[in-house]
């Protein structure tokens, strides 16, 4: 049975548990007080009623007495009976005490007619199998068996016609019989109990994982919008700030070339507020925002053009087409506009930088390089994500991304590798 669901998408949940056992699995030692007193009252009045009336003349024989004194007879199996009853508050938490508890109260059974003792091991192989293991229950009951029938066979020389000990093989069988039913139910009920607690615990790790990887994915979603932020702010930035640097230099010599250069600058402030209005389409679900074109390798001249206004002597070599794959060609554009601005920011004096973009063989290789001045420490003006996120694109793509000084010491060198399969990975 399950739940009605308003939804044919919604999971279908069993049924709860009834009242009944819903009561019974919030007060488990209700249940055990219970179990000792519906067992416990009964045998503690027929042993005590059968010790008590028992004459003192008839001792050893019928009920198994040996003490010559009926009153004191029937206090001690009271509190044997008593001992007994404790055990069953120890076999949820100590199921391996209660079962030897259980197995010793059982010993003077043999030399009764008929004793309630006799059936405490099956609780004790019912709550090892339930709380304990089943292979421990197993353990128990073929351990209780085997020790039991031969304690019967040996007591049965002293037991008179009577007691249950005058039957060893009956015993055997009949006793035989009780242990496998408490073992079946145990082992049943035990394996349900495990089971069920380990979906329960699997189910919270999975709860567990999915936390988990929500976070791992938010970190990632803000890393990739740190990412295309700075490629889409930083260049244009840089490029704004450089054009008017220049323009503030020349505009009381030259007003007509400040005023040129300042238009630049809206230009590639606008070029910039495009480029944001299309990374938040994207961020906001906007299609017909989202599916605006991205730049490709196929605009690098118009790229290094740009740089060369602002002054760097770019030269750019280009082999082969590359791949007509977004993600690839986007990658292409990106590090060499990081490259660029780069450059620009933080190279003094270069006469040469050089921007290779080889797409004869794989991986796509793409390398920036300029020959500025060596020794001059520049403090960084960014907040150092340009580098980061550049790797970041490259390796989704399978790439890699090697930066840092070049062998002769003259200027800096970014190289990329990207794999012809150009497929960014989530």
Not at 13 to 33: S, Y
Not at 159 to 184: C, K, R
Not at 227 to 255: K, N, Q, Y
Request: proline share 7%; glycine share 10%.
């Amino acid at each position: 049975m399950s739940f009605p669901s308003d939804h044919p998408d919604d999971l279908l949940l069993p049924r709860q548990p009834g009242v009944i056992r819903q009561f019974w699995a919030r007060h488990p030692r209700l249940a055990d007080w219970l179990i000792a007193l519906f067992w416990g009252f009964p045998a503690l009045l027929i042993a005590v009623g059968y010790s008590a009336s028992r004459p003192v003349e008839g001792s050893g024989s019928g009920g198994g007495a040996f003490l010559a004194s009926p009153g004191l007879d029937a206090l001690l199996v009271g509190l044997a009976v008593c001992a007994a009853c404790s055990a069953f508050f120890l076999r949820r938490t100590r199921p391996i005490l209660a079962m030897c508890v259980f197995s010793i109260a059982v010993l003077p059974a043999p030399f009764t007619v008929g004793s309630a003792e006799q059936v405490l091991p099956v609780f004790g192989i019912y709550s090892l199998a339930v709380y304990r293991s089943s292979a421990a229950g197993w353990i128990a009951a073929v351990t209780l068996e085997t020790v039991s029938s031969f304690y019967v066979l040996v007591v049965s020389t002293f037991a008179t016609p009577d007691a249950l000990a005058n039957s060893p093989v009956q015993w055997v069988f009949v006793y035989g019989f009780e242990i496998a039913i408490a073992l079946l139910i145990g082992t049943t009920v035990g394996g349900r109990r495990r089971y069920l607690a380990a979906l329960i615990d699997r189910a919270h790790q999975l709860g567990r994982e999915r936390d988990q990887q929500a976070q791992l994915s938010a970190a990632a979603e803000r890393a990739r919008i740190a990412r295309d932020m700075h490629d889409v702010v930083s260049h244009s930035l840089t490029v704004m700030v450089t054009l008017a640097e220049g323009s503030a230099l020349t505009a009381e010599t030259d007003a007509t070339r400040a005023a040129a250069v300042m238009r630049k600058v809206a230009d590639t402030g606008r070029e910039a507020l495009t480029g944001m209005r299309q990374m938040l389409g994207v961020l906001g679900g906007d299609e017909d925002v989202a599916l605006a074109p991205q730049p490709t390798a196929a605009e690098l001249p118009q790229l290094v053009a740009q740089f060369r206004g602002l002054g760097v002597p770019v030269e750019l070599q280009r082999d082969g087409d590359v791949p007509d794959e977004p993600a690839l060609q986007l990658a292409v554009y990106r590090v060499v506009q990081e490259g660029l601005t780069n450059a620009l920011r933080y190279a003094h004096g270069p006469t040469r930088v050089a921007v290779r973009v080889d797409a004869t063989g794989d991986p796509v290789a793409v390398v920036i390089e300029d020959d500025g001045l060596p020794g001059i420490p520049t403090p960084s003006i960014g907040a150092g994500r340009g580098l980061i996120g550049l790797a970041e694109r490259v390796h989704a793509l399978g790439g890699t991304l090697t930066t840092g000084p070049r062998t002769d010491g003259a200027g800096w060198r970014v190289a990329a590798a990207l794999p012809l399969s150009g497929k960014e990975k989530p």
